[in-house]
């Protein structure tokens, strides 16, 4: 059997690593107001390492702008047992955008995390230059859509709940 291994064109993904001593839920609250976006908690984000036998979950917020086509993910490098990207010790969370192709927005979005209370500092991480980034960046495509699909879901069943 073939196994499919995808290959990510990395110019659609801009990745911002932020450290700082904020939980997720604060530092989501001021990314929303200082960036204009609508991060929601969503469910967890699963990383399965062959090496451990077994699965971490990492905070997992989502927003998708539908007037720019852009979607921001804000996964956090840390749990109690493991690292998302053991190459980014010093990194508490990833900010994530999908289809930032300008690259002054991105200088722009560094800059504005950076005047947040209690940030340490934000940074440009070059994806080519993390290990397994590929497999990250498929787990995180087939994440979302799993969420999406749920999502749909819900909204059709409650949509024909409220027909009858």
């Known amino acids: 059997m073939a196994i499919l291994k995808s290959k990510f064109d990395f110019e659609y993904y801009t990745m911002i690593g932020v450290s700082c001593h904020l939980k ?66 010093q990194t508490d969370y990833f900010l994530i955008a999908k289809d930032l192709i300008n690259k002054e927005n991105e200088i722009e979005i560094i800059n504005k995390i950076k005047t947040i209370p209690y940030v340490l500092t934000a940074y440009k991480i070059e994806l080519q230059k993390i290990r397994f980034i590929n497999n990250l960046l498929n787990d995180l495509e087939i994440h979302v859509a799993n969420i999406t699909s749920k999502t749909k879901i819900l909204l059709k069943t409650k949509l024909r709940n409220k027909k009858v």
Do not use: A, C, G, W
């Open 24 to 89: 997720d839920y604060r530092l989501t609250y001021y990314l929303n107001k200082f960036l204009d976006v609508e991060l929601k908690k969503s469910k967890d984000f699963p990383i399965k390492r062959e090496k451990d036998k077994k699965d971490f979950l990492f905070s997992f917020f989502i927003f998708t702008d539908k007037n720019n086509e852009i979607s921001y993910y804000l996964i956090s490098n840390h749990n109690p047992e493991s690292k998302l990207i053991l190459s980014q010790k």
